[in-house]
């Protein structure tokens, strides 16, 4: 069966060849034998270090040791650096044990491992601060060595915060007095059901499966009211009943990262962005990607977008009649929509009535702590792995994203689990968290080359049959949301949407992270944003004079989102009739 009915067989031959032989391996089609044997090799080695190119770090770690050996400026720096800290922990060490003493390194905001009151008596703090001294001597030591690269200093510098990270005093017995004290309350308890549970998490990383989640999609989540109504072998498009005696006539597309299953934005009712929607007369439509397997391993990025996002276009227009549909994009499924809106806007198609971007970038060139994951030899590393079993596992993508935040992720979460007994809360997002997709070899490879590595999307080079497409032909207004701690699509990355499109942007920033920051409904304590509206004649400004000149606002962006949207969405009219179909939440999100 063809995946691409609509190219001529000749042009599917020759984009099967150049993918099999060019992209996938990197050499000639009359070599490709050859490359069985390196790829084989790498996936192997893949499976002992966590996917990670062991080529990549020793670039990045050469490139550092070289520079540094050829600094004696630095090194001297480093040796008086050392010797004053050394100095500055005696001091402290001995004062700290007369009990009057301030200490000279205080852990950052977001550092909670020696947040304890316990930390702060001898000999506990005099440990803490000689592990805190080292983590800033050490950042010092990785960072600043000239003539480094920018991409090789950010490497050598997180992984030497992952060493530290895994020889904090907080991860050990012997040095945590809260862990010490907890022991002695509960009699030795917490460490027998800390090894029982450690022994369970170890088995079922070497058997490759995860802990059963306690969120069901169709039961606990996933459960606003809805029909299947197209489906194809890539996605589900799912239509949700009306929850308001009337509607606006212009539906609403959804369409969600691949990388993530839909329900992120139905998670339980109180935390349903597209419930909201709904009771506040919007017709929703979601796309439900497939959970990909090795059969689907030539399925393209081109494919995610005509099996997707125009799949669902046409059949939204079939169904409701709308002439004109408003479109948002979550993650990487708004990078996918503005690549779909380009390619629509130069092919005169003008069915998109408004275009939302919730924290997707269209321009890589700064997309965050994630590139220190991907560069050319990490790649090439990925592509061995996916060539191997035909796509990109969960376990491989959430390795890379908790290392990102090890401290938190890792370290924390086994000291609460496996030394203070402390289990994981159960709720929405995390049951979430752990039911991710896969990505066919193909489709993640080219996302990787094109828009990661060579940001063709953004330098008008991404080509949509056969035409390149520029995202200044969009003449839809646009809604962009950024989250201020966001380390997926940081906030000034999406703030790029501005002077790379020619048309009115709306641009809000909230607090939270990536799905934090996305998820948060009207009553999540703690919530604010700021937004204003950037005209397209207007000149640019920055993002950090933006976010200077603009007023904080307490509470949920949703309502200032939805009003956005109701303006764009028609007049009210009576609801449509009912659909016929299997029931939300189908079957693709099922799919383990």
């Known amino acids: ?18 993918w099999q032989g060019g992209a996938r391996a990197g050499y000639p089609e009359s070599r490709v034998e050859h490359a069985h044997i390196d790829l084989a090799l790498n996936a192997w080695l893949g499976r002992l270090t966590g996917y990670i190119s062991p080529a990549a770090l020793a670039a990045a770690w050469q490139d550092w040791a070289a520079h540094l050996l ?38 950052l905001a977001q550092d909670k491992r020696f947040s304890d009151p316990l930390w702060h008596a001898w000999p506990w703090n005099g440990i803490s601060q000689g592990f805190l001294l080292s983590q800033k001597w050490w950042h010092r030591a990785t960072s600043g060595v000239r003539g480094v690269s920018p991409h090789h200093t950010d490497v050598v510098t997180f992984v030497a915060r992952q060493l ?14 809260v862990a010490q004290q907890v ?56 239509r949700y009943e009306p929850a308001a005696p009337q509607v606006h006539a212009v539906p609403l597309l959804i369409v969600p990262a691949w990388i993530m299953k839909y329900y992120i934005l139905d998670l339980s009712s109180h935390n349903s962005l597209v419930r909201y929607l709904v009771e506040h007369g919007h017709t929703v439509y979601i796309i439900s990607w497939k959970n990909p397997d090795a059969d689907d391993r030539d399925l393209s990025l081109d494919d995610y977008r005509r099996l997707g996002v125009m799949a669902a ?3 939204i227009e079939a169904q409701t009649g709308a002439p004109r549909v408003n479109a948002c994009g979550y993650c990487l499924g708004g990078t996918l929509l503005a690549i779909a809106a380009a390619a629509m806007a130069r092919g005169g198609d003008h069915r998109l009535a408004s275009i939302t971007l919730l924290a997707a970038q269209v321009d890589f060139t700064e997309p965050g702590e994630l590139s220190l994951f991907i560069d050319d030899s990490q790649v090439a590393f990925l592509e061995a ?59 993640h490879s080219e996302y990787l080359h094109t828009l990661f590595l060579k940001n063709r999307l953004a330098s008008q080079r991404y080509i949509v049959d056969g035409h390149p497409v520029a995202l200044t032909d969009i003449k839809a207004p646009v809604f962009a949301v950024g989250a201020m701690t966001d380390h997926v699509a940081p906030w000034r990355s999406v703030y790029k949407i501005i002077p790379l499109t020619d048309t009115e942007v709306t641009f809000l920033l909230t607090t939270g992270g990536h799905n934090a920051g996305v998820v948060s409904p009207p009553g999540t304590p703690g919530r604010s944003y700021q937004v204003s509206v950037h005209p397209h004649e207007a000149p640019y400004i920055g993002p950090d004079a933006w976010q200077a000149i603009n007023r904080r606002q307490d509470g949920s962006w949703w309502p200032a989102w ?13 609801p449509p009739d009912p659909v016929t179909g299997p029931a939300a939440p189908g079957s693709y999100v099922l799919q383990p």
């Open 313 to 315: 276009l046409d059949t």
């Open 183 to 238: 022991t002695l309350q509960r009699g030795g308890e917490n460490l027998v059901r800390g090894a029982v549970r450690a022994v369970g998490d170890l088995r079922r990383a070497l058997a490759g499966t995860h802990a059963p989640v306690a969120f069901k999609p169709g039961r606990d989540v996933a459960i606003t009211p809805g029909k299947v109504v197209m489906s194809n072998r890539l996605v589900e498009l799912i």
């Open 385 to 443: 792995v996916m060539w191997q079993q035909g796509y990109l596992d969960t376990r491989q993508m959430a390795g890379a994203f908790q290392l990102l935040r090890s401290n938190d992720l890792i370290w924390s979460r086994r000291l609460r689990q496996y030394l203070l007994d402390i289990p994981d809360k159960d709720n929405d997002l995390a049951s979430w968290n752990a039911d991710a997709t896969r990505m066919p070899c193909r489709m």
């Open 164 to 177: 530290l990270d895994g020889m904090a005093p907080s991860n050990f017995i012997a040095t945590n007095p």
């Open 70 to 107: 050829l600094s004696p400026a630095k090194q001297t720096e480093l040796a008086v650096q050392a010797a004053a800290d050394w100095s500055e922990w005696l001091r402290y060490s001995a004062a700290a044990m007369l009990g009057n003493a301030d200490e000279p390194v205080r852990p």
């Open 562 to 574: 939805e009003s956005w949207l109701a303006r764009h969405a028609g007049s009210l009219v009576a």
């Open 1 to 18: 069966m063809n995946i691409r009915d609509d190219i001529p067989p000749s042009e599917q031959r020759r984009e099967a060849s150049t």
